[in-house]
């Protein structure tokens, strides 16, 4: 049984659609999708954006499955492993759109193995860094790479490993970058997505986009980066999870 999680549909959209017999389950009010690639058992959750809902969910999620098997009669039903998975921003110009990264400092699966099946794809091993919000400023993009050592950044990671250490369950944490300090968002954080709410803020999105006209080919540009980073993660799952 390996468990997957991504913050966003967003982001698992394409994996999805490489499951075979989905179906929707309940864990606990916590809602995830369960499916196979070959003859291995795939549960995939989407944490939601930042600490606070994604530590919620994962806290539901993984006590919700231990209960299941103690309530069954059968061996506690801990997961072989969980991948966190999603994508990432890079820090530096180093890594460009489209680039997997292993996170060393969190993963607890052998990585040299891991390299060796994404063979082909563009892979590093290096640090992730779990940062409270989106970075929108190549300034403090670079600012964060000199002083954590970290090549790139998200906003759960750091408490799925947390909840992965404290249960003994083996973490692969496999991201693919989304934007970089060249080539940012298409408007501020705050349009984007709002992370109170965990939805994009469309009314305040398409407000922007009124009064900016002059960067509606930016956001076009963002969504086909999406899209491209998007089916590189989703090649790279396929494959580690028909090794694990």
Same mark, same amino acid.
């Given at each position: 049984?390996?468990?997957?999680?991504?913050?966003?549909?967003?982001?698992?959209?394409?994996?999805?659609?490489?499951?075979?017999?989905?179906?929707?389950?309940?864990?606990?009010?916590?809602?995830?999708?369960?499916?196979?690639?070959?003859?291995?058992?795939?549960?995939?959750?989407?944490?939601?954006?930042?600490?606070?809902?994604?530590?919620?969910?994962?806290?539901?999620?993984? %006590?919700?499955?231990?209960?299941?098997?103690?309530?069954?009669?059968?061996?506690?039903?801990?997961?072989?492993?969980?991948?966190?998975?999603?994508?990432?921003?890079?820090?530096?110009?180093?890594?460009?759109?489209?680039?997997?990264?292993?996170?060393?400092?969190?993963?607890?699966?052998?990585?040299?193995?891991?390299?060796?099946?994404?063979?082909?794809?563009?892979?590093?091993?290096?640090?992730?860094?779990?940062?409270?919000?989106?970075?929108?400023?190549?300034?403090?993009?670079?600012?964060?790479?000199?002083? %954590?050592?970290?090549?790139?950044?998200?906003?759960?990671?750091?408490?799925?490993?947390?909840?992965?250490?404290?249960?003994?369950?083996?973490?692969? %944490?496999?991201?693919?970058?989304?934007?970089?300090?060249?080539?940012?968002?298409?408007?501020?954080?705050?349009?984007?997505?709002?992370?109170?709410?965990?939805?994009?803020?469309?009314?305040?999105?398409?407000?922007?986009?009124?009064?900016?006209?002059?960067?509606?080919?930016?956001?076009?540009?963002?969504?086909?980066?999406?899209?491209?980073?998007?089916?590189?993660?989703?090649?790279?799952?396929?494959?580690?999870?028909?090794?694990?």
């Amino acid at each position: 049984m390996i468990a997957v999680t991504f913050a966003l549909p967003a982001e698992s959209s394409d994996f999805l659609r490489c499951l075979t017999n989905k179906t929707r389950i309940d864990r606990d009010g916590v809602r995830a999708i369960r499916g196979r690639i070959d003859h291995r058992t795939i549960e995939v959750l989407h944490t939601g954006v930042g600490e606070k809902i994604c530590r919620q969910r994962l806290v539901k999620f993984m %006590s919700a499955r231990r209960t299941a098997g103690i309530r069954s009669g059968e061996q506690d039903q801990q997961f072989d492993c969980l991948i966190s998975a999603g994508f990432a921003g890079a820090l530096n110009d180093d890594l460009q759109i489209g680039d997997l990264l292993l996170a060393k400092n969190f993963s607890t699966v052998e990585m040299s193995e891991t390299r060796g099946w994404l063979s082909g794809l563009p892979i590093h091993i290096a640090n992730l860094l779990t940062v409270p919000d989106l970075i929108d400023s190549r300034e403090k993009r670079n600012k964060l790479a000199l002083t %954590s050592g970290a090549v790139a950044a998200d906003m759960e990671t750091q408490f799925i490993a947390r909840a992965c250490a404290a249960r003994g369950i083996p973490l692969l %944490s496999l991201r693919v970058i989304s934007d970089t300090p060249g080539e940012l968002f298409p408007a501020s954080a705050d349009v984007l997505f709002d992370i109170e709410r965990q939805r994009v803020p469309i009314p305040k999105l398409v407000r922007y986009f009124l009064a900016h006209p002059n960067r509606i080919p930016q956001l076009i540009r963002f969504a086909r980066r999406i899209a491209l980073a998007r089916k590189i993660l989703t090649d790279a799952l396929v494959a580690v999870a028909r090794k694990l």
